[in-house]
């Protein structure tokens, strides 16, 4: 039981996942995108793994090379969900462990917005501060890796 990263393989139990966190496509067309991304090194896809069923995940990227700042510049986290009956249970703080761990390695910013009702007092009670962005509702959080 724990985070790991996940292979095209675990496309059976993510998909219910992905569908509940919500996407406009179908599912062969995420199976499409989802392989396309575990098999781009810029790319992790995490997994909460209870037991043989995947009850979180997130997908974290890795911007590359920038042509000013050099190779350790900026990633982001694109996708942070656990099953709402698994929620409170620490599944989304390992997942965070496991996506500033593997961001850590790679970029020196990780950035993400987070809905200021339904996400960024998750993110606030790890300790992270959401500033304003553009879309009101979704403030930037960030970890500045270098300091």
Excluded: N
Aim: glycine residues 12%; hydrophobic residues 35%.
């Amino acid at each position: 039981m724990g985070v790991r990263e996940l292979t095209v393989d675990d496309w059976a139990g993510l998909w219910p996942l992905v569908k509940g966190f919500g996407t406009e496509f179908s599912e062969p067309e995420s199976r499409g995108y989802f392989e396309e991304l575990v098999e781009d090194p810029r790319w992790v896809a995490l997994g909460y793994d209870d037991g043989g069923e995947l009850i979180g995940y997130a997908a974290v990227q890795d911007y590359g090379t920038h042509l000013r700042a050099g190779r350790r510049h900026h990633g982001r986290l694109h996708d942070l969900y656990v099953l709402p009956d698994r929620r409170r249970g620490g599944v989304g703080r390992a997942l965070m462990a496991a996506v500033a761990e593997w961001a850590s390695t790679r970029v020196r910013h990780l950035e993400w917005q987070g809905h200021h009702e339904r996400a960024a007092p998750f993110y606030e009670a790890l300790g992270y501060h959401g500033d304003p962005c553009p879309q009101p509702d979704y403030p930037t959080f960030e970890i500045d890796f270098g300091k």
